[in-house]
């Protein structure tokens, strides 16, 4: 068995500041070492580094078209398209298979699986022995950000699976111009991914390959002390797309918090009035709780307009003038398919015309895809995403409910011109949110930058397809970053607290929003989508100073008549429902916080979120015990 050598460590970086990871300190240097290691390693039978050139992405497609991967859908109703089914147990993030691999399991923390880097690197060393026999090893150099920008990072991931490297080619700056950034000394991240499925035996003898290889033990690996992430079993989504949420989120987590920065799962926007004053604003909603429908808002307010920076990460940073800067590390979006449609999200059903992969939906007879949602009227007979027959009576879902779209963002109309900056774009507010039935309202604002980091902290949210395990179980899932955080989430929080006293009177007004109040019959009292502007709207009246707010124990709520639902199936009374202060539900939400903050470890828990919770309870005239 080969095992490959631990990299070694990087100084670990003490002051806050955009150098503190010095050529030196860094690991690498030389990629050609670590792909040799690899194949020496994995043992495949032809070692293929990416360029990132559309020769490229057609040969790969064609290649796993006559594979069977995938499926080339008819050109006339969806150009240089395809499909792809997964394996039925390969379907979703695998948070129960995520592992924080640092050297004291306290860095990884309570919401964390933490394993010992050094057995862990043992383990995965012989899952990966001869992994890739009998296939084709990819080494695809990327960069997450504008390749060569101030606040972006290089990476490169060795994966067998050519539908990651057609997504990576979707999703990340990636191939010859990204490796030709990668100069001697210059910091990146190796990602090693395999799908786990030798095509060889250890007796030598081939076999048959399928549609979408994937292996029954998956590991997804982060070792935040050498920047390094290896994925083993799967081939869906953030398991197997290193650069986004492993990478993007996990390992960037732990360069932020050494270096003085944020890498959140926010969506980016920019907000422009109809005075005609811009703003731009991050938000962090759990997955598959809004952030791509929110980042192609097509306003129903007149005269407001919203342009799309990024849709799932941001990277943030303080600039030379002391303001908070972000970008959005990623190219393209792996947008959630089934309730995507004209009448929920029409700019993304605009921006998936052509060159799109399409993975776990329906196929129509016309060599269209469909899902729940595209249109009001189902087809009348399609393939389901499992490849069996279906029609409305079927009683199954035609997509899988975590079906997925991969596309670029510059097909996008609703781009923003300036989401390709290297420099980022100033953040005006950062607004949180989560899937709440009942308890958090619409909207309200946080009193100081502390309450708001106290919102984040306190977010909670129903679990949803994005992940496998149940779905519409609350759970607490601070800042959207319960699977995303790379280290303990008590030092998360204290980071957070910290990035606010670096920022002073430059830290953006954080906001709270819930569009997923729903009635006595489960139904959403919010009309959501593209109503969505109508809260918007009061965030940026808020911000300009131009409109009053009712302070409460949970922030500054909207004045009755300031929020706009002028033209709404909503009356009064519905309205004051969603977005008055419950004190009741709120006694009981404190007193499940106080039991939520005692889960972490006292010493490293910041005492700004206790003195916020104190304040809250004793605001609120004491809590109730849960039942
Ligand atoms: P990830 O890509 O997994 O991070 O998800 P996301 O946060 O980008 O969520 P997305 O915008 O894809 O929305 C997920 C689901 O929520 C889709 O089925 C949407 O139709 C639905 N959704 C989004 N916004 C709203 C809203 O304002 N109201 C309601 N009721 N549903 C919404
Ligand atoms: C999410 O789960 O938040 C996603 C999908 O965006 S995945 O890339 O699979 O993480
Ligand atoms: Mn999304």
Known sequence: ??????????????????????????????????????????????????????????????????????????????????????????????????????????????????????????????????????????????????????????????????????????????GTAALAGITPGTPWVPALHSVGVPLVGDDGVRREDSAWPHNDTKYICHFPESREIWSFGSGYGG?????????????????????????????????????????????????????????????TIPGWRVETVGDDIAWMRPGPDGRLRAINPERGFFGVAPGTGPATNPTATDTIWGNTIFTNVALRDDGDVWWEGLTAAPPAHATDWQGNDWTPASGTRAAHPNGRFTVAADQCPSIADDWNSPEGVVIDAILFGGRRPSTVPLVSQAASWQQGVFMGATMASETTAAATGEVGLLRHDPFAMLPFVGYNMADYFAHWIAMGDALCDNAPPIFSVNWFRTDADGRFIWPGFSENARVIEWIVRRLEGGMD??????????????????????????????????????????????????????????????????????????VVLPD
């Open 239 to 299: 398991n197997a797309l290193l650069g986004k949420k492993c990478f993007a989120l996990r390992i960037a987590s732990v360069m932020a918090r050494d270096e003085g920065w944020l890498a959140e799962h926010m969506l980016i926007v920019r907000v422009t009035s109809p005075e005609n004053r811009v703003f731009h604003l991050a938000a962090a909603f759990p997955s598959a709780c809004g952030k791509t429908n929110l980042a192609m808002l097509a306003p």
């Open 1 to 174: 068995m080969a095992l490959l050598a631990p990299r070694p460590m990087p100084t670990a970086a003490q002051e806050p500041s955009a150098q503190a990871l010095s050529a030196e300190a860094l690991p690498n240097h030389d990629i050609s070492d670590w792909v040799a290691d690899v194949a020496r390693l994995t043992a495949p039978d032809e070692v293929v580094w990416v360029d990132g050139s559309t020769a490229e992405w057609d040969r790969l497609t064609k290649m796993m078209v006559a594979q069977g991967t995938l499926i080339r859908l008819n050109p006339e109703w969806r150009p240089n398209s395809f499909l792809a089914r997964s394996d039925p147990a390969d379907v979703a993030r695998v948070e129960d298979r995520t592992f924080i691999c640092s050297d004291d399991p306290n860095d990884a923390g309570p919401t964390n699986n933490w394993r010992d880097p050094s057995i862990m690197r043992l383990e995965l060393s012989e899952l990966f022995s001869g992994s890739m026999r009998g296939r084709t090893m990819y080494v695809i150099p990327f960069s997450m950000g504008p390749i060569g920008g101030a606040l972006s990072q290089y990476g490169v991931q060795i994966t067998d699976s050519p539908y990651v490297v057609a997504s990576m080619a979707l999703m990340t700056r990636m």
């Open 549 to 622: 707010a009712r302070s409460t124990p949970i922030g500054g709520l909207p004045l009755a008549g300031d929020l706009d639902i002028g033209g709404l199936d909503l009356d009064a009374e519905a309205l004051a429902g969603i977005t008055d202060l419950d004190t009741a539900a709120w006694r009981r939400e404190a007193a499940a916080i106080a039991e939520y903050f005692d889960t972490f470890d006292a010493e490293r828990f910041p005492t700004e979120l206790r003195r916020e919770l104190d304040s809250l309870t004793r605001e609120l005239g004491g």
